[in-house]
């Protein structure tokens, strides 16, 4: 009865998570993604586009699909950044972020990064307030040794509480 008890506890406190690999990407991914939200933060669309496959698709349930890096870019210098009036601030939730990696042949050649994320609003210089509460999921693949975004979904947009 022992044996069976401590090989129970040695299965449910084995590490069936991540390997090193996995986890060394998993790394990569939130730096990268950090860097690119930094830039949409601060409307820097120069410091996002390095993290932007040239081929990316954007799919968001109230403004519709945007293919393209070069539409992406100027979609949100000419909408969300035109207006020195009003800014966009967008921060993950905790605790909410997913990540899957996906290999071939057991190498890594991509990740799926999801979560939810909050929208905060600052308008005519006033008080920034929470807006907004939405999902995502990011579609980072492997591109010349480097972590490019070439799918993103961003859905769910519904007032934050």
């Known amino acids: 009865m022992k044996k069976i008890i401590y090989i129970v506890l040695c299965i449910c406190f084995t590490s069936v998570g991540f390997s090193q690999a996995d986890e060394e990407t998993k790394q990569q991914i939130i730096t990268a993604d950090k860097q690119f939200w930094s830039g949409y933060n601060t409307c820097d669309v120069e410091k996002m586009i390095p993290f932007i496959d040239e081929n990316i698709e954007f799919y968001h349930d109230k403004g519709g699909i945007t293919l393209g890096s070069i539409k992406l870019a100027e979609s949100i210098k000419n909408n969300l950044c035109s207006n020195n009036n009003f800014k966009i601030r967008r921060e993950l939730i905790p605790n909410t972020t997913e990540f899957h990696t996906l290999k071939k042949d057991n190498i890594i050649y991509g ?24 999902k995502f999921t990011h579609l980072w693949i492997l591109k010349d040794k480097q972590w490019k975004m070439t799918r993103i979904l961003s859905y769910d947009h519904k007032p934050a509480q």
């Open 111 to 134: 990740v799926i990064l999801s979560g939810e994320h909050y929208f905060y609003i600052t308008k005519n210089g006033q008080k920034e307030s929470l807006d907004g509460r939405a």
